[in-house]
Nanobody
Framework: EVQLQASGGGLVQAGGSLTLSCATAGFTFSHYAIGWFRQAPGKDREGVSCIPDGHGTPYYADFVKGRATISRDHAKNTVYLRLNNMKPEDTAVYYC????????????WGQGTQVTVSS
C-alpha cells in the first residue's frame, strides 16, 4: 500500500526558513516522482515543486523559484522541501504527491502539514 506522510510544518516568521519532509512507503521510491502542492484558505491547490525519479531536473513554481530546494534521501525513502525567505503568502497546507509521470498524474496524496508565516 502506497503511503505518503508529510511533516515539518509549523509557525515561522517572515524571512525565516522551514524544511518539510515527505516520508514514503509501499512502493519503489526511486521509480517515482515526488512533489509538493499547497492550498491556502479559499484557494485551489497549486503545485510548488517536484523531483523526478532518478536524478532529473526538479521543477519549481515561479513563486518559490530561487528560495526553494527539493531533495531526496534514498536511505530514508524521504523527500524534503527547504523553503527560505518565507513570506506570509506561503501560509497554506502543504501536501506531498507521488506518481510515475513527473507529478503530472499525482496518483497518490499524503495528508497535509500546516505552514503558517507571521509578518
Amino acid at each position: 500500500e502506497v503511503q505518503l506522510q508529510a511533516s515539518g510544518g509549523g509557525l515561522v516568521q517572515a524571512g525565516g526558513s522551514l524544511t518539510l519532509s515527505c516520508a514514503t512507503a509501499g512502493f519503489t521510491f526511486s521509480h517515482y516522482a515526488i512533489g509538493w502542492f499547497r492550498q491556502a484558505p479559499g484557494k485551489d491547490r497549486e503545485g510548488v515543486s517536484c523531483i523526478p525519479d532518478g536524478h532529473g531536473t526538479p521543477y519549481y513554481a515561479d513563486f518559490v523559484k530561487g528560495r526553494a530546494t527539493i531533495s531526496r534521501d534514498h536511505a530514508k525513502n524521504t523527500v524534503y522541501l527547504r523553503l527560505n525567505n518565507m513570506k506570509p503568502e506561503d501560509t497554506a497546507v502543504y501536501y506531498c504527491v507521488a506518481d510515475q509521470n513527473y507529478c503530472l498524474s499525482r496518483n497518490y496524496w499524503g495528508q497535509g502539514t500546516q505552514v503558517t508565516v507571521s509578518s
